[in-house]
């Protein structure tokens, strides 16, 4: 069978045909990207309930890209360009985070989630890049990725997985900031924003900062649907 991942939803408003409603969705490319690495795909709605039996149900899991997560989750007020917060995706996923981290399950977390990773390990946000950088090379259109390359550190987890230099496909105005307890720094942009993180004591927990499933890039999907079905492996011979 194939491993289970789950991809966390996007929670906002949304239009198709004469409606305009609340929605729970993620951008199609997700699952397409964990199909085709051999993976079946699984949305998870936002919800701090029953999450144990969320997770009882999946073998990895991907936190992915969307809204800026509420300053107020890292002790700081709110800048002028940052998301009016989604309190229920919040907290919802932060428990999800929290609960999946504990059960040391492969997770692969994407821009927004690489940035709630950072948090719920008790680290900040840079809010507005360009205030730090001085550009905005990051996201210079809204509503299209920017390619860019990145340098990604020897011998760590990533390295491995995607090589030295990869171009990445990103769209962010947010970055780390103070790093969260246990992670590890393991690619940066030219202009020296952090671009990925991992934590070397869990099974495999990769952050980066770009969009995997919107560019060529199906290395992490395929190495996360690897590390799940070891995981569904090791927990079936429990």
């Not at 409606?19 to 199609?28: F, M, Q, Y």
């Not at 609960?99 to 008790?122: E, S, Y």
């Not at 969260?180 to 495999?204: C, H, I, M, N």
Request: hydrophobic content about 40%.
């Amino acid at each position: 069978m194939r491993p289970v991942i789950g991809i966390t939803s996007y929670a906002q408003d949304a239009r198709w045909g004469v409606w305009h409603l609340p929605a729970a969705l993620v951008p199609l490319a997700y699952v397409d990207a964990i199909e085709h690495a051999g993976g079946r795909a699984l949305v998870i709605p936002p919800a701090t309930d029953d999450i144990e039996q969320t997770l009882d149900t999946l073998d990895g899991i991907v936190f992915s890209g969307g809204a800026d997560v509420d300053p107020s989750r890292y002790g700081a007020e709110a800048h002028p360009e940052t998301d009016v917060p989604q309190t229920r995706r919040d907290a919802g996923e932060l428990a999800l985070m929290q609960a999946a981290l504990g059960r040391d399950m492969p997770t692969l977390a994407i821009c927004r989630g690489f940035q709630l990773l950072n948090v719920a390990r008790g680290g900040d946000l840079v809010q507005h890049l360009p205030d730090a950088v001085g550009n905005d090379i990051h996201k210079q259109v809204p509503g299209e990725f920017a390619v860019h390359p990145v340098e990604v550190k020897g011998g760590t987890r990533l390295a491995g997985i995607v090589g030295a230099t990869p171009e990445v496909t990103s769209h962010h105005h947010q970055a780390l900031g103070r790093l969260g307890d246990g992670l590890v720094e393991t690619a940066w942009a030219a202009d020296g924003t952090l671009e990925a993180v991992e934590d070397p004591s869990q099974r495999f927990v990769v952050g980066v900062q770009w969009h995997p499933e919107a560019g060529e890039d199906a290395a992490l999907f395929e190495e996360l649907v690897e590390q799940a079905r070891t995981y569904r492996t090791r927990r079936g011979a429990r």
